[in-house]
Every structure is written in C-alpha cells, then in structure tokens.
C-alpha cells in the first residue's frame, strides 16, 4: 500500500466479494443468486469508476 494510492488498492481487496458471489452461485446454487450477483456487479461497478478516476 506504501507503493499504490489506497482508493485503488482497498476496492480490489473487495475482488474476493465478487469472486465468492460467483462461486457461491455457480457452483453451490446458493438461493438469491440473482440479488447477489446484481450487488456484486455493482461493487464491480464501483471498482471501475475508482480506476477511471
């Protein structure tokens, strides 16, 4: 974090949020899957507009 400015590293940090969502849904057929996944691309969402600027 001493190398990267913190309003891009602490969003990728939430990269696993996204990444268990998908799993969760894909592979286990957790209920609500649709909820979650609709979060999740709104966390991605907010992950792009921070590396954009």
């Known amino acids: 974090m001493s190398s ?9 940090r939430e990269c696993s949020v996204l990444i268990g969502t998908f ?3 894909r ?3 957790e209920k609500h ?3 979650r996944l609709g979060s999740a691309c ?3 969402a907010g992950i792009i507009l921070l590396a954009i600027g």
């Open 33 to 35: 899957s649709w909820r």
């Open 4 to 12: 990267s400015p913190v309003s891009y590293v602490a969003p990728m």
């Open 42 to 44: 709104v966390i991605l």
């Open 23 to 25: 799993m969760g849904a």
């Open 27 to 29: 592979f286990l057929a």
